[in-house]
């Protein structure tokens, strides 16, 4: 009976232990006069500049990266609109995401 026990409590405790890490980074992005919404790409980086994901903005100019491990990132967005390119300029933001942390960021593209 002991080591049922023990088997069972070993379980629980293993379960209990095993969590889940990841973090998600969400947000908006728009142009600066709030017009542009849909179809602007996010791009996700790490710390050291290395191009991780990228994704484009859903119709109300929403986006998320999930999965991600804790650490910084820097978020920027692009969208070319005829010949006039919008973008986040040379400074992306940083974010940084911890264990089971969601960020969320808020873009705002400048008209180049």
């Known amino acids: 009976m002991k080591r049922v026990f023990y088997v ?3 379980l629980v405790l293993v ?13 908006n992005a728009s142009g600066d006069n709030g017009n542009i919404l849909s179809g602007i790409t996010v791009k996700l980086y790490s710390e050291n500049t290395a191009l991780l994901q ?12 999930t999965g991600l ?3 910084n990132y ?10 006039v390119v919008w973008d986040t300029g040379n400074t992306p933001q940083i974010v940084y995401v911890g264990g089971e942390v969601a960020k969320e960021v808020v873009l705002t593209l400048n008209q180049k």
């Open 15 to 27: 379960v209990s232990c095993t969590k889940d890490d990841e973090g998600s980074i969400f947000g």
């Open 69 to 71: 491990d804790a650490a």
């Open 74 to 83: 820097y978020v920027g967005a692009t969208i070319t609109v005829g010949d």
């Open 54 to 65: 990228q994704t484009t903005t859903d119709a109300e100019g929403n986006f998320n990266f």
């Open 8 to 10: 069972i409590l070993t």
